[in-house]
């Protein structure tokens, strides 16, 4: 779970109980080179509801952007251009389509 709030990402520290992952990191770091500050700290869930964005990462969801949480809209009802950003550079990422993050990948030769 990340949520933007006046452009800083806050997701929970890994001692909340989430699942710890590569995606997860993955994200913080590509975060970081987006120059997007990143805050490790528990989250109630009332701040979820007044988040301008949230999403949600892992190695099925891959990143997830969310635009309602209990019938309530997140931001503005539609995916924010952070979301959306992270969301294309981790897709680029993975798929071996960006050239910007060759720490990312590991070659498998056939």
């Given at each position: 779970l990340f949520l933007i709030k006046d452009g800083i990402a806050i997701t929970p520290?890994?001692?909340d109980d989430i699942l710890v992952g590569i995606t997860r990191d993955t994200i913080?770091?590509?975060l970081g080179k987006f120059s997007i500050k990143v805050v490790e700290r528990s989250i109630d869930r009332s701040e979820i509801y007044?988040?301008?964005e949230v999403f949600l990462v892992g190695?099925?969801?891959e990143v997830t952007p969310v635009v309602e949480?209990?019938?309530r809209t997140v931001g503005n009802g539609e995916v924010g251009e952070i979301s959306s950003q992270v969301k294309k550079a981790y897709?680029?990422?993975v798929h071996g389509k960006s050239p910007d993050y060759p720490e990312f990948l590991t070659?498998?030769?056939k």
């Open positions: 520290p890994e001692s913080i770091k590509l007044s988040a301008d190695t099925g969801a949480i209990d019938r897709l680029e990422l070659e498998i030769k």
